[in-house]
């Protein structure tokens, strides 16, 4: 509590600093290996020639340079709410505010189909199909298998709504609970799977693949794997070898991995008063470690699908999946292939259940990040008073959630309905990134923008090159985003670079920009000048 | 129609004073109230050695200065609500082995601050006109009211009933429900809601009154705060937050429902809550970093017209 060198009077709000380890966890749950890695390397076999562990590596070392930023940008400003004050303050309220409401808030409406994907995916498909093959119930398994039906799917989504509406509901005391609790036990299931693996061989996989595939799955007879493997070769698939580094073709996957690891920084936003270099150093260390151990436990995951499933295997069973030429007729997620290595229904249910913790875990960030910034956003009086409404009885922020939850739904609705939802899976990756290159570009001119507030603050003795640290590392982030920008624009394997993508992103944005200048108008007309509430109060 | 600038928590910090005085003539209010805890929370020596060089350490960061290092340190010090002071190498290991002194200190130097402050608000209320109210909060030693008392143009609210414009009258406490920093102005739920009560039976019209209360209502949202360990550390990453208010101020604001209830006390909690007929608002508190968060409301005849947060 006490400071060195300083003497400090009992004072409230003069608290000890947090656990590192706590901060970890949120970071590490942020990139979620298991919901967003395996979902977004399922994808990997559209750029054949790249190297899924290469690009891994690689843009885990130049996300560093993220964490770095919004390290020192809590250091700069901590508590202040992240990336909608951060932007409003050092580039204007209007950049801040439509970067910001697009990028935490309704770009998460689109999450929530990806979100149900992963939940029927991860969780649905595979217990309700175990336990329908255990039990000899059709019931059960027609519904594993309606799970992964448009349907399914939709029905998936509605569920991430309400859990969302659960947890916020709950209240953040009890959701960094059950998160805690969700991360043991996800870690717990994850330990699972690395022993089973280690202590299984391919032949032994081949086999109790083609039985459960078969047996419980109703994939049809004979050599399933070998069908897989013959099905994507026939359609012109053959993964590169993982032994091979790849690095330039590595490079076009990145704009993809990224879907999983870009996250470090979520809960950058909710870390406390930053007293000195020390706090700064516990944001920074909760946030890298996060990021770098997960990088670590993906290569490592990878590597034993690549022992034990086969790397060709892996990568053709999601390739055929999504080309709908799998006889494996549910998504290939790896928890699933990997409990068919026991005959044990408990140890089978264990492995299926304790890693669904990842996705429970983590799931409540749909809405968190979103409400929070309506909430500020209807305080600073840009968006109407009503969405920062809370219920007294419940002290949910209810109609925020449903700002949120309605377009969830439509958002759903349309991506399941009518167009084939992962096309445009990674727009939802580029919006945040936009609100990330804002909050870059504000860290690497802080120091000039306002240099009463940077030279106030901790960080501001950390050089490189001479240059302020916020200012080298902000440059070279802002490099890697632009590297993203490029990728996603050019080419087509990402589907962002469509007309209808286009349209999608430009009406997000058109509807923050509409709301900013309709507000200005009419708050304007009230009297109240939105400019003004952020501009600096003259000192002498 | 009546402008109202209100701030709060601004702990020390020089800047956040000097804008909190400004704040009245930049936005156009007619009154400007502070909601309390003034006073800050740290003393830094600076302690000079043998070549003329100060050692101080800020930040978590020892630094040797010069005199011209020092001027500019000691305004960064200031500005985010600590007291710089000058000692020698004896002097400091005799602070450090007596707290009784370092409160002494404290106070002298609280002293020392709250009489430059009101000098520099004379200087600037005198010419404007506009009415400045204060209203020490619970970390603010008793000290330093009657500094404040003694100005022409600073009124220190604690416990009265004060006319603001003709029209509206407001009643004020710093006074907080128990914090686990056991801080000066503290007291149980009873003996606040009893403060706050004798106030309200001398108020003529409860429809026409501003409650300027330094704690916030429990279970608002506006006294949300990370949910702390037994040492004091918190938990979940910080993430974890949980109501803290006070069930007096709660109590008082549903019986009496004015339109108006001023807090503050928790700086992680800016935001506005309207609770039945009154609007609650606790504009924070980003003190540390020289910003002076705030909230502009207009009152007409009828109650609040107009608010708006700040952050200036």
Request: glycine content about 8%.
């Amino acid at each position: 509590m006490a400071q060195p060198g300083m003497f400090v009077r009992k004072a409230s709000g003069l608290v000890r600093s947090w656990s590192v380890f706590d901060g970890f966890v949120y970071s590490f749950f942020s990139v979620n290996l298991v919901t967003l890695g395996f979902y977004i390397f399922a994808f990997a076999p559209y750029i054949p020639e790249g190297n899924l562990l290469t690009a891994i590596v690689i843009s885990t070392i130049f996300i560093i340079f993220e964490v770095f930023v919004y390290a020192l940008m809590v250091a700069v400003m901590p508590r202040a709410g992240g990336d909608y004050v951060w932007q409003s303050r050092i580039l204007g309220g209007g950049i801040g505010f439509v970067l910001s409401v697009t990028g935490w808030g309704w770009i998460l409406w689109h999450w929530v189909p990806l979100y149900g994907n992963m939940l029927a995916f991860n969780v649905f498909t595979p217990i309700l199909g175990m336990l329908g093959g255990w039990t000899n119930s059709s019931g059960l398994v027609n519904a594993a298998s309606w799970f992964v039906t448009t349907n399914g799917l939709f029905f998936s989504s509605l569920v991430v709504i309400i859990l969302a509406f659960i947890y916020i509901s709950l209240g953040m005391s009890w959701y960094a609970r059950i998160q805690k609790f969700c991360f043991y036990l996800g870690m717990a299931g994850i330990v699972t799977m690395i022993i089973m693996m280690l202590a299984n061989s391919r032949a032994d996989f081949i086999s109790s693949f083609n039985h459960y595939a078969t047996a419980f799955f109703a994939s049809g007879e004979g050599d399933i794997y070998q069908q897989i493997l013959a099905n994507a070769a026939e359609a012109g698939y053959v993964a590169a070898p993982l032994s091979k580094i790849a690095i330039i073709p590595s490079l076009a996957l990145i704009p993809m991995v990224v879907f999983f690891n870009l996250w470090p920084n979520w809960g950058a936003t909710l870390y406390g008063e930053v007293r000195g270099a020390s706090d700064f150093k516990r944001n920074f260390i909760s946030m890298f470690f996060g990021l770098v151990v997960t990088g670590i436990l993906a290569v490592i995951v990878l590597l034993l699908f690549s022992r034990v499933f086969g790397w060709d295997f892996y990568n053709a069973a999601n390739f055929t999946f999504y080309e709908g030429t799998s006889p494996f007729g549910v998504f290939p997620y790896p928890a699933l292939l990997v409990s068919f290595l026991t005959d044990s229904p408990v140890l089978q249910m264990w492995l299926l259940i304790s890693m669904s913790a990842w996705f429970f875990g983590w799931c409540g960030t749909v809405f968190l990040s979103s409400t929070r910034v309506i909430f500020a956003a209807a305080f600073d009086r840009i968006l109407p008073d009503w969405m920062a409404y809370v219920t007294s009885k419940f002290r949910a922020p209810v109609n925020a959630l449903l700002v949120m939850a309605v377009g969830g739904v439509i958002v759903s609705a349309g991506m399941h309905y009518t167009e084939h939802l992962e096309t445009y899976a990674l727009n939802a990756t580029l919006v945040i990134a936009v609100t990330y290159l804002g909050t870059t570009i504000a860290a690497i001119i802080l120091p000039y923008k306002d240099p009463e507030l940077y030279k106030a603050s901790p960080i501001a003795r950390l050089k490189l090159f001479g240059l302020p640290l916020i200012t080298v590392t902000g440059v070279i982030f802002l490099v890697f985003l632009l590297f993203l920008f490029y990728k996603w624009m050019t080419d087509a394997v990402y589907g962002v670079n469509e007309p209808a993508s286009y349209l999608y992103l430009a009406a997000l944005y058109l509807i923050s920009i509409i709301i900013y200048v309709a507000s200005k108008w009419y708050r304007k007309r009230q009297g109240i000048d939105l400019q003004e509430i952020h501009k600096s109060i003259p000192v002498e | 129609m009546t402008t109202i600038f209100f701030a709060t928590d601004v702990h020390g910090s020089e800047i956040c004073w000097k804008k909190f005085i400004n704040a009245g003539k930049f936005y156009n209010a007619d009154i400007i109230i502070l909601g309390g805890d003034m006073t800050g929370k740290a003393l830094v020596p600076f302690i000079k050695d043998s070549k003329g060089k100060y050692r101080v350490n800020f930040l978590e960061e020892e630094m040797y200065l010069d005199e011209e290092g020092k001027l500019a340190m000691e305004k960064n010090i200031s500005d985010r609500g600590y007291y710089p002071i000058d000692v020698s190498e004896s002097e400091y290991e005799e602070l450090s082995a007596d707290a009784a002194k370092v409160e002494n200190l404290f106070v002298e130097r609280v002293l020392q601050m709250a009489e430059r402050w009101v000098k520099f608000a004379e200087e600037r209320l005198s010419q404007w006109g506009i009415k400045c109210f204060i209203c020490p909060g619970n970390d603010d030693m008793f000290e330093i009211d009657s500094v404040f008392a003694a100005s022409r143009y600073i009124t220190v609210a604690e416990g009265k009933v004060l006319d603001l414009d003709g029209h509206y009258e407001m009643i004020s406490t710093g006074w907080s429900n128990p914090t686990p920093w056991d801080t000066h102005r503290e007291c149980s739920e009873e003996e606040l809601e009893e403060k706050i009560e004798k106030m309200a039976a001398r108020v003529s019209n409860m429809e026409r009154c501003v409650f300027n209360l330094h704690a916030p209502p429990y279970g608002s949202g506006l006294d949300e705060a990370p949910e702390l360990d037994e040492n004091l550390r918190p938990k979940y990453a910080g993430r974890s937050l949980i109501p803290v208010g006070s069930h007096a101020v709660q109590k008082v604001i549903l019986k009496y429902q004015p339109p108006l209830a001023l807090v503050g006390h928790i700086h992680e909690g800016r935001g506005v809550k309207k609770i039945k007929k009154t609007l609650c608002i606790n504009p924070g508190s980003s003190y540390e970093q020289s910003t002076l968060l705030g909230a502009i409301i207009e009152l007409d005849k009828k109650g609040v017209k107009k608010y708006v947060l700040t952050s200036g």
